[in-house]
């Protein structure tokens, strides 16, 4: 629980990592590749009190990831959204082991999502009902361009996606996370592309895709998605961090978030360890729209509260302290928010 002013916020991290980059487990070259591509993300955009060695990057551990996120990151609740990788790490680079045996430890501290990849035909579909069972899965998270063999990438609406679908409906698992959003070293950048998103959505409407890094750089063409299927969401990793560096982007990403999908479809995320919870949750709930950008209202306290944990303790029924609630959103509008809704937000 983060507390500032007097006002207190219960906060889920929606997207974190657990993984291991090092040399050892680096299959080939564009392994230590990605890690790099990762680390200059974390540089690039982290205050300069919060970079991290080179070092304690490639591989954290679960006792450090405790620490940082609950200890001192004001987390309430944190979601793993590991990516495998398997062509390029011998053990994938999400570790499945040891983070869904911390979730295990800690259920309530820590929701396990486990991956799939519809490129593994019958397989995949087997294993993926074996996971299930195993790790509880209320979600996963799918990297649409992930390197498979000879392939590089796949989309949502394959033939195959749509039976792996089929079988989350099955199972119960209703939170589908994607990656779309910035390119990684040596992944394609069309492969993240959110045009699939659309199909998906209006055909599995009985489930949530939750857009990670809310489709950047393609943030207008999700916006214009998102706006019309009420069962898609936006995760702000990667996104947040432009918060420090370059506040006025950050303002108009959330300027035009509330305008198209609103407060009730937003989600806070870290992306530990791309970048820790503490200082995003100091800067979030300390910010404001700057005056020269007056098109947009300012996010408010409520929006702040929905937008940091609310809205994802919802989707996956994570307990919030009564004195920590919200009256309940209404069902997802669609359709952008008028004048006069957005200046009385």
Not at 115 to 127: A, C, S, T, Y
Not at 176 to 193: M, N, S, W
Request: hydrophobic share 40%.
């Amino acid at each position: 629980m983060f507390t500032k002013d007097g006002t207190s916020y219960f906060i889920v991290d929606a997207h974190i990592a657990l993984w291991d980059a090092r040399p050892e487990n680096q299959r080939n070259i564009h392994g230590k590749q990605f890690i790099d591509c990762f680390y200059d993300y974390h540089r690039n955009l982290s205050p300069d009190a919060e970079v991290w060695s080179y070092e304690d990057y490639l591989y954290q551990g679960g006792e450090r990831l405790m620490h940082d996120l609950f200890d001192v990151g004001y987390v309430d609740h944190a979601i793993f959204q590991p990516a495998h990788l398997g062509e390029f790490y011998y053990k994938g680079f999400g570790q499945t082991a040891e983070a869904s045996e911390l979730a295990r430890a800690h259920p309530d501290k820590l929701t396990y999502n486990h991956h799939f990849d519809p490129r593994n035909g019958e397989v995949g579909l087997e294993q993926l009902r074996l996971d299930a069972k195993k790790y509880d899965l209320q979600g996963v998270k799918l990297y649409t361009a992930e390197w498979h063999g000879e392939s590089r990438g796949w989309k949502l609406d394959d033939p195959w996606a749509y039976r792996y679908f089929e079988a989350c409906r099955e199972l119960g698992i209703r939170n589908i996370h994607v990656h779309k959003g910035p390119t990684i070293r040596p992944l394609d950048r069309d492969a993240f592309d959110v045009a699939d998103v659309d199909h998906v959505a209006s055909d599995f409407t009985d489930l949530n895709f939750i857009v990670e890094h809310c489709g950047l750089p393609r943030l207008e063409d999700f916006c214009w998605i998102a706006t019309q299927e009420p069962n898609v969401y936006a995760g702000l990793a990667v996104a947040i961090p432009f918060i420090h560096t370059r506040p006025k982007y950050f303002a108009q990403i959330m300027g035009e978030l509330l305008y198209w999908i609103g407060e009730d479809r937003i989600f806070f995320s870290s992306d530990y360890a791309l970048w820790t919870p503490k200082w995003l949750i100091e800067s979030f709930v300390d910010f404001n729209i700057p005056d020269e950008l007056g098109e947009y209202p300012q996010i408010t306290t409520d929006q702040k509260k929905k937008v940091l944990g609310l809205n994802a303790a919802k989707l996956y029924d994570i307990p919030v302290p009564a004195e920590l609630q919200l009256p309940d959103a209404d069902e997802p509008a669609v359709g952008p928010r008028g004048a006069d809704e957005m200046a009385n937000a």
